[in-house]
């Protein structure tokens, strides 16, 4: 909560503004107003924006960390609790313990070198020292905003150039025998995983979230409105990764697992000797559904079932496996960005570059053999 009012005696009102952090301490700013609820609220409302502005509470020293802190309190509603977590583990085990305890107004771009150079030496991926910056980049682009310092450092910061490497896809073939072997083995809720991270691209957090009320078998239609994570061993349910709920199409084999799937869970819950709940999870292996399949364990899943046929994969590919089919098979970048979840098609460009190289040079070939593949000297 941003700030509060109450009421002291009659017409006399403590107005409370929630600065953030300072020196690891949670801080706030106090008023006091005379007049009416209504005057309380609209000084309140001005206080909070002077908070904003970074023009109050700022009388002690305020340090890098106590800049991340409140950066990520005040980015916490708009990120998923996944998102969260891992920017929280970044500031406490990273970015904290080797740069939090300078000044705000004093961090350079220097210093943040230093810092990635450090990273770097503790055997740290340029990827993931680029995610250290981005973290930074982004607290101090609000600080900027906030009036707290007047540049951002980490403009002057030079973090590592990522290295290009190519996403691997499992083969046409891998693919048939895992969702074969799924089937054979008797696991309804692996195959079913399996076919709709082939042919949907769904991230295992989504597929996890995926209730049947979210299915239609008539129309062929997939609604991705979801994502389940697990923070300190408990599923939470949350938005997707980007915010933005989605329909994919699904062609009439897909449709046919999605409903032997459900003839399966319903042929279980008789066998139990139960109901399936009134909205039961796609992927559950509950009796009544009520419960979801966790992502690691479609993973370990996926895993142990991938060794057992000697196929070297994971279950992450399965989205590389729609990406690049799709890809190959002719179908427009912004279609695949949206069927993947990309927010912007240039992430869907950056990340199938090399499978578009290679339609770029099947699409000269074809040209040319239109232009150019008869005699036109004559």
Not at 94 to 99: C, E, L, Q
Not at 210 to 218: F, G, I, P, T
Request: aromatic content about 4%; hydrophobic content about 40%; charged content about 25%.
């Amino acid at each position: 909560m941003k700030g509060s009012t109450i009421e002291k005696s009659p017409g006399t009102w403590l107005i409370r503004a929630y600065v953030g952090r300072l020196n690891g301490k949670v801080t706030h700013v106090n008023r006091t107003v005379h007049g009416s609820k209504r005057e309380a609220q609209r000084a309140l409302a001005t206080l909070i924006s002077e908070v904003d502005a970074g023009k109050v509470g700022a009388s002690e020293p305020l340090t890098v960390a106590d800049l991340l802190h409140r950066w990520l309190d005040d980015v916490a509603p708009h990120r998923t609790p996944a998102t969260m977590r891992e920017y929280r583990r970044l500031v406490e085990v990273n970015v904290s313990p080797a740069i939090g305890a300078k000044r705000v107004n004093r961090l350079s771009g220097r210093d943040l070198d230093d810092f990635y150079r450090s990273l770097s030496d503790r055997g740290l991926t340029p990827s993931s020292i680029r995610r250290h910056h981005a973290l930074v980049h982004a607290a101090y682009e609000r600080a900027v905003r906030w009036g707290i310092v007047a540049a951002n450092p980490a403009d002057r910061a030079s973090p590592p150039a990522l290295r290009h490497a190519a996403v691997e896809a499992p083969a046409v073939n891998d693919v048939v025998r895992i969702m074969t072997a799924a089937r054979t083995r008797g696991d309804s809720v692996l195959a079913t995983a399996t076919g709709l991270a082939a042919t949907t691209g769904a991230r295992r957090g989504e597929l996890c979230a995926l209730k049947w009320s979210d299915v239609d078998l008539e129309h062929g239609e997939l609604r991705v409105a979801r994502s389940l994570t697990v923070i300190k061993r408990q599923p939470i349910e949350g938005p997707t990764k980007t915010h933005q709920a989605r329909t994919v199409a699904l062609d009439p084999t897909v449709v046919a697992l999605l409903a032997q799937r459900r003839l399966d869970q319903e042929a279980w819950a008789t066998t139990i000797g139960t109901k399936l709940a009134a909205d039961p999870y796609v992927l559950s292996r509950s009796a009544d559904g009520s419960l979801p399949c966790l992502p690691n364990g479609i993973t370990q899943a996926y895993g142990d079932l991938c060794r057992s046929l000697g196929i070297k994969t994971h279950f992450h590919s399965l989205r590389h496996f729609t990406a690049t089919q799709a890809i190959a098979a002719g179908v427009d970048v912004r279609t695949v960005a949206g069927r993947l979840g990309h927010a912007d098609p240039s992430v869907t460009l950056r990340t199938y570059s090399d499978v578009l190289q290679e339609c770029d040079r099947a699409a000269a070939e074809l040209l040319g053999n239109i232009v150019l593949g008869q005699d036109h000297t004559r």
